[in-house]
């Protein structure tokens, strides 16, 4: 019978995965211009309102409809993309915006991983009824769109930041938690596992000290392009009034109020439009690089 080696350990390769991962994106152009795009726009998102001191809840009706800069007609160096129907700034309101769907985009992506991280750690370590039980509970979700879920609950509470972070991130879990299944079934058949049942581990030690450090990082990497995906989700249901509420400025209910005035002052809907959508580009950049960079590692490993 062959033995086991109850000393090992994970593999050495494995343990430098995340870090050849991130060797392999940086080496690609499309990740970096993604990076140095994102990074700008952070930058500008955390301190443009602040050095340039402009309130983007301030109203001042006399400078209501200002075009931008680049119009070069009735434009004010005040406002260099000019102002909405209430005379606040375009600039400093896009990137408010920004901030915001950013924080839910991001914050909605770490729930999404953990919740189906842990729920697949479980039903592919255990196996049995467990599996079965918490891959039924996982179809189930799979089978109730991700919009209609979250129209259907915010529609019925008040949509809060916090709210709209839960609802999306519990809505979104059953396809990492299916990937984390597969993953820990593999693993779980590995030596170093079995050389730590043999050694008495517990299987909570097992599961979270041992195979999660392991499976999860290049997950994560994967998942880099769903924050794209929940920025969107974010500004659809601000643009149907079930997003973060006014006076607060997001891309969503600022697009939404622009709409009105398309024919005159078309950049109310426009600006954060261009912001979002570079914004989603440079992410998504990032995303395809390090997803093809993963892709490379364990397609060669």
Not at 47 to 62: C, E, F, H, Q, V
Not at 77 to 98: E, F, N
Not at 146 to 164: H, K, N, Q
Request: proline share 6%; glycine share 10%; charged share 15%.
């Amino acid at each position: 019978m062959a033995s086991i080696d109850i000393t090992a350990a994970p593999p050495a390769r494995e343990k430098t995965v995340s870090a050849r991962i991130w060797h392999l994106a940086l080496g690609s152009t499309e990740f970096r211009i993604g990076l140095v795009v994102f990074v700008l726009l952070l930058a500008a998102a955390v301190l443009y309102p602040w050095l340039s001191g402009i309130d983007p809840l301030k109203m001042n009706i006399r400078d209501k409809l200002t075009p931008p800069l680049f119009l070069g007609e009735s434009w004010s160096w005040a406002h260099p993309l000019g102002t909405d129907q209430l005379g606040r700034d375009m600039l400093a309101r896009s990137l408010v915006g920004l901030r915001y769907s950013l924080l839910i985009g991001i914050s909605t992506t770490i729930l999404m991983v953990l919740v189906g991280a842990v729920i697949g750690l479980l039903s592919g370590y255990y196996g049995g009824k467990v599996d079965t039980v918490l891959m039924r509970l996982t179809d189930a979700q799979l089978s109730i769109p991700m919009i209609i879920l979250a129209i259907t609950i915010l529609g019925v509470s008040r949509p809060t930041i916090p709210a709209i972070i839960i609802v999306l991130g519990l809505a979104g879990w059953p396809v990492y938690a299916r990937v984390m299944r597969s993953t820990v079934m593999a693993e779980r058949k590995k030596e170093y596992v079995r050389g730590a049942m043999v050694l008495g581990a517990t299987d909570m030690r097992i599961m979270f000290g041992l195979i999660l450090p392991l499976v999860l990082p290049p997950m994560c990497f994967v998942a880099v392009l769903d924050i794209a995906r929940m920025m969107i989700f974010e500004s659809v249901l601000g643009f149907l009034g079930l997003g973060v509420q006014p006076p607060t400025p997001t891309f969503g209910n600022i697009i939404a109020d622009g709409r009105k005035y398309l024919m005159n002052a078309w950049w109310i809907a426009t600006m954060p439009g261009v912001f979002l959508v570079l914004t989603l580009t440079s992410i998504n950049l990032m995303g395809a690089a390090l997803e093809r960079a993963r892709n490379t590692i364990y397609g060669g490993a």
